[in-house]
């Protein structure tokens, strides 16, 4: 009982439901939620071992190829802030929740840093940017020094120029990478993109930590762990798969990419050239 009460007293400091204005019901009903699943994983880490609903991460497996495509719609077709909102994304993992809360005077041109309000921590972290991004951002708030980076509304209704939420953002890019021709997108894979192509160019796990802002490295690593691009799973399949061809003496075989599929392999006609004469050959035409 003494351990609920502190912890009912310290969630009701500092939790965020309730900075909320919440019924006197459904703010016991969060705490004792709360308490209750504390408690549990405390009970189980003293025991060694993992709580009863706890899941092992899933994989993730994300297209290069899809995540360009939409790239390069929000560059030809979009408006300048949804590709700014797109490029931001791709360049430096953000999450919806920090380009929704972005600000303007938070973007340094000249040192070409971002202060990024974590959307998790709460707090604000800086962060580097390429030159490029931050001269789109900087044509897009076209002189402006205060206010939200992402603007909802035309620019003639000053009424209507508060910033983008964060379901709004959501649905946008989902609605541009549907325009793009890419199906069942979700925004996080621009965080995803953005990690896995860090890891692929042999940058340091800590950095990344750094830039994704995770509380330590075994985070980062488990995070990584579970992404893969199609792409790559599928160069090391076709590899794999490679078996060495059928040699005849004439070497036609040996060249042949359907060799070992081919039941005509090592056995052709000298007058045969390629493989080819296999279809041909099925078809019913003699060469």
Sequence with gaps: ???????????????????????????????????????????????????????????????????IKVYEYARKHCRLRDYAMIRLAMRLGLRTGELSSLQVEDLDFEGCTIKVLDSKKRRKFT???????????????????????????????????????????????????????VEDFKPRYFRYYFAAEWVKAGKSLEMLRRILRHENIENTIRYVQRLVFFEDLQAEYLDFTRLPFIKTSNGLCSRCAYADICKYAGRLPKFAKCERFVERKTNGNRS
């Design 1 to 67: 009982m003494i351990l609920a009460r502190i912890l009912r007293e310290h969630f009701n400091r500092n939790h965020q439901y309730f900075n909320r204005p919440l019924s006197q019901v459904k703010s016991l009903y969060i705490q004792a939620t709360i308490i209750s699943r504390i408690q549990t994983r405390l009970f189980y880490a003293l025991n060694g071992g993992p709580a009863p609903n706890w899941r092992p991460l899933k994989q993730v497996v994300i297209r290069r190829a899809d995540i």
């Design 127 to 181: 962060l580097p940017c390429d030159p490029l991004t931050m001269e789109v951002l900087r044509q897009l708030c076209e002189g402006r020094k205060e206010g939200p980076v992402f603007l909802r509304g035309s620019r003639g209704r000053k009424s209507n120029r508060r910033n983008l939420s964060e379901n709004e953002i959501w649905s946008l890019m989902r609605r541009i990478a549907a325009k793009a021709g």
